[in-house]
């Protein structure tokens, strides 16, 4: 999509007077965001969210009814949200200027850690009760288990030819499916997770408010300190979900030691019960489920999404490499991990 292709008066509308410009400055992997510049001067960012029959969740009512809790609650280093139109799936949001894709210090690790505490404060807070689940949070064993089954499932019905000429096949058959359930049976022999263990909830006060896609790849550097981006799958979690998407997530390039600093910070400040435990136990599962989100560009659904965002128009075939490559080498980082675990002692 570019700025030809967007309901122009729909846009006027709502940013409240007439455009003087529209320019694409980016977007997530499920969106496109533009610098909208009114006849009067006034900027503000327009997020174009992606519909698809296929995919049902609502990214822009998720996101915008997220960043106005936040705002209510005088969170302001996110973007306020101003406008929306949900049938032409745009967004007004108020713009921030920064730097993206800088190498994060160590004084970001522990802005990004204050800003997840500063999330889970609001836990009992009144609005805070009619917020939805995250996108995809787990809070059984049993529900993770099953949502990386069906991502499995998922791939294996991917054409046969395009799976076979890729290396697709080769990757799940040889490599990720073996580490998989190598993974299952250690986590499903632990007394943690026994008998009924397996299916219990976990408890609505150690569950925590989060971004779900958090990290510095959905950041902004500025002076007065960084702002965080990207809430279309915002909601309840399972903090150590939240803790593990971060250690592993492959947007991010940081070192081991930054990842150690994140974890024992985000651990010693929230301090909820069996939280390292669980994420220890429940990491190499999480890791597997990461592997699967990187093979997303051999499914329809996710392929158009990156089609609808990707202003390189890279190829499916090239996306499809790229992220094949990707899943490897997180499927190594994790056997790695798993030998010898870094982050932090459970």
Not at 333 to 341: C, T, W
Request: charged share 25%; net charge negative; proline share 6%.
């Amino acid at each position: 999509m570019d700025s030809h292709s967007l309901p122009l008066d729909v846009v006027a509308r709502l940013a409240g007077e007439p455009l003087r410009s529209l320019t694409p400055i980016g977007g997530g992997r499920n969106s496109q965001v533009f610098r909208l510049e009114t006849a009067e001067g006034r900027v503000m960012a327009l997020k174009a969210y992606f519909q698809h029959p296929s995919d049902p969740r609502d990214r822009l009512g998720t996101e915008f009814g997220a960043l106005r809790f936040l705002w209510e609650e005088g969170i302001r280093c996110v973007p306020q949200p101003l406008a929306m139109d949900a049938a032409s799936a745009l967004g007004l949001y108020g713009f921030i200027p920064g730097e993206r894709h800088r190498l994060p210090t160590d004084s970001d690790l522990d802005e990004a850690v204050q800003f997840l505490v500063s999330l889970h404060s609001l836990c009992s807070r009144p609005g805070a009760q009619w917020l939805s689940a995250a996108s995809e949070a787990c809070f059984t064993p049993r529900a993770l288990v099953e949502n990386i089954q069906t991502r499995f499932e998922r791939l294996k019905a991917v054409e046969s030819d395009r799976a076979l000429s890729s290396g697709l096949t080769h990757f799940l058959d040889s490599a990720l499916v073996p580490a998989w359930q190598a993974f299952l049976d250690t986590c499903r022999a632990h007394d943690r997770f026994t008998g009924e263990a397996f299916d219990q909830s976990l408890a609505p006060s150690q569950r925590t408010l989060s971004p779900s896609d958090f990290g510095f790849h959905n950041a902004l550097w500025r002076s007065e300190g960084l702002a965080f981006l990207d809430f279309e799958y915002f909601g309840w979690d399972d903090p150590a979900k939240m803790l593990a998407d971060f250690l592993l997530h492959p947007g991010m390039a940081l070192s081991l030691g930054q990842r150690q600093r994140f974890a024992s910070g985000l651990l010693e400040h929230l301090a909820l019960e069996d939280l390292p435990q669980r994420t220890r136990l429940l990491f190499p599962l999480y890791g597997i489920k990461w592997c699967l989100i990187l093979l997303n560009e051999f499914l329809k659904g996710p392929m158009e999404r990156r089609a609808f965002a990707d202003l390189e128009h890279q190829s499916p075939e090239e996306r499809q490499t790229l992220q094949l490559q990707k899943a490897r080498l997180k499927l190594q980082q994790l056997l790695d991990d798993h030998a010898h675990f870094p982050y932090f002692t459970a």
